[in-house]
């Protein structure tokens, strides 16, 4: 009697441990790391979190967020994505290609998600878009078609506009790419291009004196180095500024075309949440965005003493009085 309880008790026990395992598995409180140069903007990180919980993901419950975020020099990217991994993270979430790349640096086993990442196959990250291989994975921030439609955005303000002044950070290895397709979509529209290259730490105003001495008429900046800074010298050397970030045009850029920052975070869940489920990034495809913002800044018009067309006005998603 007592021999066949204590085989019903272990046959039980048996099964049930699967399941409990199991159960034990998927309740396991995941790391997700966030490194990034400068703390995101509030709605960015909301979007991020929202993604998240709506695949499942709940802070506190099932996951925690550990964070590396530093106060804007990419310089300290290195050490930074060091303490994320010595934190043990389970998976990482990088943007745009310097960070992406100061990730990989310290970790090939660690998943890497990009987000916004610029021609992530010309600077090196994956080995193609359909299978890119390794640890990394995520989103490109858009390519040709984005620098066309920054140099459309100029000649449509400045119609008269026939040189563009491109200025761009030489450390980033997204710098050629970016010129590039710059330099291919001013050709296509007969106007010049006069690309000047800086880096941490350069004096702003030597970039300035160059590009003013060319005589150009308007100016594209890379967006990760679209500094406040920057953009003062930008609007004291009276040279119109486009950058492909967001974040350009409340610093004093005159626009910003690019990516929407909120889809890319919200899609960037996506991705996490796949690889947190088994995927490989190796195995992962690369997207592309498909919504882009264009913001204008009304006061730094005024400033530079142009009016922009109320057309142009009247397509943007964002406006800046």
Do not use: C
């Not at 955005?153 to 119609?159: A, D, G, M, T």
């Amino acid at each position: 009697m007592k021999r066949r309880y204590f085989i019903t008790l272990l046959s039980g026990a048996a099964a049930a441990w699967p399941l409990a395992a199991r159960a034990q598995q998927r309740e396991r409180m995941r790391r997700i790391g966030f490194l990034r140069a400068a703390p995101p903007p509030e709605r960015d990180l909301g979007a991020f979190l929202r993604g998240l919980a709506s695949r499942g993901w709940v802070q506190g419950r099932n996951f925690v967020l550990v964070t590396q975020w530093g106060d804007g020099n990419v310089a300290r990217l290195p050490e930074l994505a060091v303490a994320l991994v010595n934190a043990g993270v389970d998976i990482i979430l990088a943007e745009g290609v310097v960070t992406t790349r100061a990730a990989r640096a310290v970790t090939t086993d660690i998943p890497i998600v990009m987000a916004g990442a610029g021609d992530p196959v010309a600077t090196g990250l994956i080995a193609s878009l359909a299978r890119p291989g390794g640890n990394v994975t995520g989103q490109s921030s858009g390519g040709a078609e984005l620098a066309g439609k920054s140099v459309e955005l100029i000649r449509e303000f400045i119609p008269a506009a026939r040189r563009i002044g491109v200025l761009a950070d030489e450390t980033d290895p997204f710098a050629k790419p970016y010129v590039e397709q710059i330099g291919e979509a001013a050709r296509t529209a007969r106007m010049e291009v006069e690309p000047v290259m800086t880096r941490p730490g350069q004096p702003l105003e030597a970039p300035f004196k160059i590009l003013t001495g060319k005589g150009v008429d308007g100016l594209l900046i890379q967006g990760s180095i679209a500094r406040k800074e920057l953009l003062d010298l930008a609007i004291e050397h009276r040279l119109p500024a486009l950058t492909s970030t967001r974040l350009g045009p409340p610093l004093g850029a005159l626009m910003s075309y690019g990516s929407d920052y909120v889809a890319l975070a919200r899609e960037s869940a996506a991705y996490i949440d796949k690889i947190l489920k088994g995927a490989k990034p190796a195995e992962l495809p690369v997207t592309f965005p498909t919504k882009f913002l264009l913001v204008i800044n009304l006061k730094t018009a005024r400033a530079l003493g142009l009016e922009i067309p109320p057309t142009l006005i009247a397509r943007a998603d964002e406006v800046i009085e």
